[in-house]
């Protein structure tokens, strides 16, 4: 199973891009990432997911390595309600769906 | 609304008393799962199911069960609870496909004292 390594936190200044950094050195071909945040204890929230194009939508842009050994998730102008955990995983398929959660990135956005 | 709703959300209880925590989604979804989620270790998966009759175990299944009788509803069990199933519950649910993301609920916070 392909496991990611995030950094533990990160800041970032309010109405400042957020770029998160993820690492999956063993992603498999056909494995997606994709990106969760959490914010308090609710349950996670869906931003953007990838196979290998940079991706875009309304909630942020996600840039994966030719390689694919790594991505970067951005939140282009971010706001003191993007201050949450965010998680990057990649969606094994062995067989089901068996999903890895890593321990994630806090971001704290600053005023 | 699109929703995955889990109940009860708070539940306090004793150790060796038998509990059940529903989750139901009404998406149509075929994948439902199951995770906790500790300080520190973040969300880890205990049961998943691919459809109707069809469940496999994640990374922590160990004092869960589940039962996928219906599409909408995959309920967790706790036959004998103990403390260290103290934890915040969340159910999931997606499409199947690698190109299909995963709607949480709100969360179930179980104490077992």
């Known amino acids: 199973d392909a496991k990611t390594t995030q950094p533990t936190s990160m800041d970032c200044a309010e109405g400042r891009a957020a770029n998160l950094p993820c690492n999956h050195s063993?992603?498999?071909?056909?494995?997606?990432v994709y990106w969760y945040r959490q914010i308090h204890s609710q349950g996670p929230q869906y931003i953007i997911h990838?196979?290998?194009n940079n991706e875009t939508n309304e909630m942020a842009s996600l840039i994966i390595t030719e390689d694919r050994k790594s991505s970067t998730l951005i939140l282009p102008h971010a706001t003191l309600r993007d201050t949450a955990v965010y998680y990057c995983?990649?969606?094994?398929?062995?067989?089901?769906?068996?999903?890895?959660f890593g321990a994630g990135t806090r971001l704290f956005v600053k005023a | 609304e699109a929703q995955v709703t889990q109940n009860p959300r708070y539940l306090i209880t004793v150790t060796g008393k038998k509990l059940t925590v529903t989750c139901s989604q009404n998406?149509?979804?075929?994948?439902m799962s199951w995770y906790r989620q500790d300080p520190g270790l973040g969300l880890r998966q205990i049961y998943y199911?691919?459809?109707?009759?069809?469940?496999d175990k994640g990374d922590v299944p160990e004092g869960y069960k589940v039962s996928r009788k219906e599409k909408r509803n995959f309920p967790l069990i706790l036959e004998s609870p103990s403390p260290n199933q103290t934890s915040l519950y969340f159910c999931?649910?997606?499409?199947?496909?690698?190109?299909?993301?995963?709607?949480f609920g709100p969360g179930t916070r179980l104490t077992v004292t």
């Open positions: 995983i990649v969606r094994v398929n062995t067989g089901g769906f068996k999903t890895i």
């Open positions: 998406m149509n979804h075929e994948y």
């Open positions: 990838g196979l290998k």
């Open positions: 999931a649910s997606s499409r199947i496909g690698q190109g299909s993301e995963q709607y």
């Open positions: 199911s691919m459809n109707v009759e069809v469940t």
């Open positions: 063993t992603i498999s071909g056909n494995e997606y």
